[in-house]
């Protein structure tokens, strides 16, 4: 007998639950209203941004795949040595690392590294120590590339660089 009663106290929960859930979801026509305001939202944005300045309009152009007379800036030889504690060996890593910006920005680009210059080293030693040996043995190195240039560009200030080009890379497990 309790064996039913419980069957039925769980069964009215459940029932309580999946009307309570039904209450609460949006029927398709709201949810179509929703998204229409979603897009109206994103349209605003996207003009806000287009009144932007326009060195962000032409990195943006940049990103989306507008030609620009793109420049490589040499970001500074890297020997990295890292040990890991779980287990007992150490990596050795060594490459040179430039970028590319835009040549109108060259000259903001110079000042703000060479003003910056000990932070962005110290930023791109720290996501180099903190990488897996997976990430290192991605053919791409994309995920190395996305990091170092996101955090490159916070410590600037201004999103200047628009790739992270890496030369000469080498690593050793030992």
């Known amino acids: 007998m309790t064996l039913i009663k419980a069957l039925a106290v769980v069964s009215v ?9 039904s209450m609460l979801m ?9 998204a ?3 897009v109206a939202a994103d349209a605003a944005h996207e003009a806000e941004e287009a009144e932007g300045s326009q060195a962000h309009t032409e990195h943006k152009a940049t990103k989306e795949g507008a030609t620009h007379d793109m420049r490589e800036v040499k970001l500074g030889s890297y020997h990295v040595v890292t040990f890991n504690t779980d287990t007992g060996t150490s990596l050795n890593i060594d490459f040179e690392l430039y970028g590319t910006v835009l040549a109108k920005e060259e000259p ?8 910056n210059k000990v932070r962005l080293r110290e930023q791109i030693l720290v996501t180099l120590r903190g990488s897996e040996v ?4 991605d053919p791409d190195l ?5 990091q170092i240039l996101e955090k490159t560009n916070r410590t600037l200030g201004k999103p200047l660089l628009s790739e992270a080009i890496f030369s000469k890379f080498s690593f050793i497990e030992r």
């Open 36 to 38: 229409e305001k979603l």
């Open 26 to 34: 949006p029927s398709s026509e709201e949810t179509g209203k929703i």
């Open 108 to 115: 903001e680009f110079t000042h703000l590294f060479e003003a």
């Open 13 to 21: 929960l459940v029932l309580l639950q999946l009307v309570g859930v």
């Open 142 to 146: 994309g995920l190395l590339k996305r």
């Open 134 to 137: 997976a990430d290192l043995s």
